[in-house]
């Protein structure tokens, strides 16, 4: 890094030793140059802006980056403080991070705002740079394969099939690859602290940036002006919304990602299996590759403790996606089918074909009659658009020419193919036509399978309200809304069909009856039993004792009269949810993750010995508090018979544009994904993963013991909660307008215990502690005492390195000269003092069992990625936690308005880091 002239992108003096630092840190020369370049162009912008500004940002730069020298997770947890958390050593990098703290400290409350958006635009730049970099590795890997080698290496998918033909042979090879499910599921939950207008400037840059590196003289100039463009606009730009979203405007991110990539992304994952597996016989023959991904969401639909979601909304979510989904196959079949332009004399018709003409016919001669010329000219093309007007009419409900459902949309679709291919038209029969009939299988009418879901106190109290008064008596409100969210059920299965909303999934399942209770509030809330819908009732199992008892829940289920039924209709298909969030707050992380692969086990073994066609659902979160991390590591971790070629989780917050953001890197992601839940059925990931689990059974059993014992005296300290508060912005976590549900449950919250996990984990990661995904890691390694024997562990046990890797990636992210800051917000220094000893033994046992010297080493990119970043996120931590010191100890000198203002720089810090530690809730 330091042969290149950093200095002159950046053109200032007062940076010069900042920069020969940050060149110690050894990243990819492309992310470097990236890097620098936004650097460059955000100075011009600040320049431009007020000057003064410019340069408190490169002040703030520069002692930052000194600040950051070397090691300082290290050293800092010892460091002295005054009253405040500020170190008071007088080393190099104490005395910088000082500085920086007395720069904030000095700015007025406008110049502060306007510098926290200049940190939180850079990291916004910095992400854009580290995909960037990906997307440029991805596309190298690519260009060495060999078209001659006999695995595309490149594509995770093609080694993952390739290994299992190796291993089970091609009849059940190809069995498996039939079986195989990814199914993501969006959700809404308020982590993803970004507006939706800066997506679109960032997706601006994003493009902007892919082209740069191909551009030279006025072309580069210009793309650079367009840069400059958009990043001052960004700077200007709120990075808070001024109130919270709807649950419609939440269904708009859905649509967007659907839009940008998934729609045409999908497919292609699909294509390039093709391509490689039938090699010069691919696009035209038959596929092989059958429409594995099937995404949900429960946008619009979870209604558990968010009262802003209701019956009437779901109806309202529910027609948009239906009405975007369907005008947009009628866009691609109108664009299909004007590409079809074969003449009937080289490619002529089969008489199925013209069958389905004479169909049209008779349901619309209007319509027909449009393209009858060409009928006998382009019977294909004349074909297809009719088929784009029926879908024309299908989203404006048209009941004269509208598709019943999607099946029947791909029965006209087969037709059409079938007679190309008959005609030798083969290469359009499996080119486009194939594609658009991958997307109708992938997507159909609905675009998200919705899933329902509610607490199972909620319907506990809505049957006791019913019995009490009757179901046409006075109900409670609640119990109304109950009812009425089975009749928006029913209505939407009515017209849009069954797969958009037949999932139900009851939160805290502690009891078979929970289960029971919503089948029977399905029944009551319909006279006529033929219009009550049919149900999938998914029992979720998320605290620890839940777990513990999962297996006696689901014998109780199977004896259930409507579990059975709907069994026979399914194939004895059953969906369980397993809930991350909760068990890991609920018993801290080490617990959590044992307790997690124990169920999934015992529930693996429950399915088999009952002819279960089990499909587990993985309620994970983006944090590492929340089970985030690596989702392919985590499938091929998973035990034996607890994936079964299927892998369902949720994809929430920040996590979900960080995935299926950028083209390149979704398609990746959605590879790699389906490549690990193939892999998981393959004899040699079965054996490992089952004799690891074996041959370390007494250690996990032990570490699990001593951590949950720590955890668990932790939580119990007197006042803890009310401490908690203090020295994490929660308070102000509640406040921010990036979600629209609450950040707690509206059963009564008065403690942790009712205190969503979302705000937990993401209070502590603000307050750079990450407390949720390591406490008591450290003290169980401790306890343990062997080394060797936790080495070997993380070599042998793909569940154990998966959950080091991820417990060293958040203390990466932690900040201990930051949290002494926070911690000193509060007036409990034994607390404080408790989590830092804790901290500095879990990162001493974590780096001894990796063999790194800083978290992260052996990351070659994500660990200097967050080295790069550490610097800019620290700058908005320090402003967010010297704001909410003047907040909460000089409230009641502060004007409604100063209130306001500080309320306001709070919160656009909140967002800034998160945009800078990415999976922060």
Not at 581 to 599: F, I, N, Q
Not at 906 to 920: H, K, P, R, W, Y
Request: charged share 25%; aromatic share 8%.
């Amino acid at each position: 890094m330091a042969d290149l002239p950093f200095d002159r992108h950046l053109g200032v003096q007062d940076t010069d030793r900042a920069i020969k630092a940050y060149a110690e840190i050894e990243i990819p020369a492309s992310l470097r140059d990236s890097l620098a370049l936004f650097l460059r162009l955000e100075r011009t912008v600040l320049k431009e802006y007020d000057p003064a500004v410019c340069e408190l940002f490169d002040r703030l730069f520069n002692n930052l980056i000194r600040a950051n020298e070397g090691n300082p997770g290290a050293v800092a947890a010892d460091e002295p403080t005054d009253a405040q958390g500020v170190p008071t050593a007088d080393t190099v990098g104490a005395r910088a991070f000082r500085q920086a703290v007395s720069l904030i400290d000095a700015l007025p409350l406008d110049q502060a705002q306007v510098v926290v958006r200049a940190f939180g635009a850079f990291f916004h730049l910095a992400n854009l740079s580290e995909e960037s970099y990906r997307v440029e590795t991805l596309r190298e890997q690519e260009r060495i394969v060999s078209m001659d080698a006999p695995v595309d290496s490149s594509n995770e998918l093609v080694v993952a099939y390739n290994r299992l033909l190796d291993e089970v042979g091609p009849e059940r090879a190809a069995e498996l690859l039939g079986r195989l499910e990814f199914h993501p599921v969006f959700t809404a939950h308020p982590t993803e602290a970004r507006r939706k207008a800066v997506e679109g400037k960032i997706r601006r840059i994003a493009a902007l940036l892919d082209e740069h590196s191909r551009l030279g003289g006025s072309a580069i100039v210009e793309n650079e002006r367009r840069m400059l463009q958009e990043i001052d606009a960004l700077v200007r730009t709120s990075p808070t919304a001024l109130e919270k979203p709807t649950p419609l405007q939440e269904a708009d991110t859905i649509i967007d990602i659907f839009d940008n990539t998934l729609f045409e992304v999908v497919p292609q994952v699909y294509r390039r299996f093709d391509d490689w597996v039938l090699g010069e016989r691919a696009g035209s023959v038959p596929p092989v590759c059958p429409a594995f991904f099937r995404p949900g969401s429960w946008i619009g639909s979870d209604r558990d403790g968010n009262p802003n979601v209701t019956a009437k909304v779901s109806r309202r979510v529910a027609a948009k996606y239906f009405e975007h989904m369907v005008s947009t196959l009628a866009e691609e079949c109108r664009r299909v089918g004007r590409s079809l332009t074969l003449e009937a004399s080289h490619t002529p018709p089969s008489e199925e074909l013209m069958n389905l003409w004479s169909h049209q016919v008779e349901m619309s001669e209007t319509i027909t009659a449009r393209v009858a010329a060409e009928l006998s000219f382009e019977p294909h093309r004349a074909v297809m658009l009719v088929m784009a007007v029926r879908l024309e009419g299908t989203a404006a409900r048209n009941a004269d020419i509208r598709y019943a459902s999607a099946e029947e949309l791909l029965d006209d679709l087969r037709t059409v193919q079938d007679s190309l291919a008959r005609a030798g038209a083969v290469r359009a029969a499996y080119g486009p036509v194939q594609t658009l009939i991958w997307q109708v299988e992938t997507f159909g009418f609905h675009l998200v399978e919705m899933e329902f879901r509610q607490h199972s106190v909620v319907h506990e109290r809505a049957l006791a309200d019913i019995r009490a008064r009757g179901v046409r008596g006075a109900l409670n409100p609640e119990t109304r809304e109950a009812l009425d969210t089975f009749r928006a059920i029913g209505s939407i299965q009515k017209r849009y069909g069954q797969k958009m909303a037949r999932r139900y999934i009851v939160s805290f399942t502690k009891r078979a009856g929970h289960v029971a209770d919503v089948y029977e509030l399905a029944r009551l809330a319909f006279a006529h039993a033929d219009d009550v819908p049919e149900l999938d009732v998914i029992p979720l199992f998320e605290q620890l004792e839940d777990l513990e008892g999962c297996i006696g829940v689901l014998d109780g289920m199977l004896a259930l009269p409507d579990v059975q039924r709907r069994l026979a209709q399914t194939g004895r298909r059953m969906e369980v949810m397993l809930g991350y969030s909760d068990s890991s707050k609920d018993a801290g992380p080490v617990t959590a993750t044992l307790a997690l692969h124990s169920a999934q086990e015992r529930i693996a073994r429950w399915a088999e010995r009952n002819d279960i066609d089990l499909v587990l659902m993985h309620g994970r979160g983006g944090a590492v508090g929340r089970g985030g991390g690596p989702a392919n590591r985590a499938v091929l971790a998973q035990p034996k018979g607890s994936v079964n070629c299927r892998f369902k989780v949720t994809e929430q917050g920040e996590v979900i544009f960080a995935r299926y953001g950028n083209r390149a890197l979704a398609l990746r992601h959605v590879e790699g994904v389906a490549a690990a839940t193939l892999l998981n059925s393959a004899p040699s990931v079965e054996r490992v993963n089952t004799e690891a689990a074996e041959r370390y059974a007494d250690m996990a059993a032990r570490l699990d013991g001593e951590a949950h014992r720590s955890y668990r005296e932790l939580l119990h300290a007197d006042e803890f909660a009310p401490w908690f508060s203090a020295v994490t912005p929660l308070a102000e976590v509640g406040l921010l307008p990036i979600g629209s549900r609450p950040a707690k449950r509206g059963l009564g919250a008065r403690s942790l215990d009712d205190l969503r996990t979302i705000p937990w984990v993401f209070s502590w990661s603000q307050a750079r502690i990450n407390l949720a995904a390591w406490y008591g890691f450290g003290s169980a390694c401790e306890a343990l005492g062997d080394l060797e024997l936790l080495r070997r562990a993380y070599r042998e046990w793909p569940l154990f390195s998966t959950f080091v890797d991820n417990v060293e990636m958040s203390i990466a992210k932690t900040d201990a000269r930051i949290a002494k800051m926070y911690l000193a917000l509060g007036d409990r220094d034994d607390l404080a003092q408790t989590v830092f000893q804790k901290l500095r033994l879990t990162r001493s046992w974590v780096l001894a069992i990796v063999g790194d010297e800083w978290p992260l080493e052996h990351r070659r990119v994500l660990g200097c990625a967050i080295r790069v970043r550490n610097p800019y996120v620290d700058a908005l931590s320090i402003a967010q936690v010297r704001a909410l010191r003047v907040v909460r100890t000089c409230r009641d000198d502060l004007s409604e308005e100063e209130k306001a203002e500080y309320l306001a720089l709070i919160l656009a810090t909140v967002t800034g880091v998160s945009a800078g530690l990415q999976n922060t809730g």
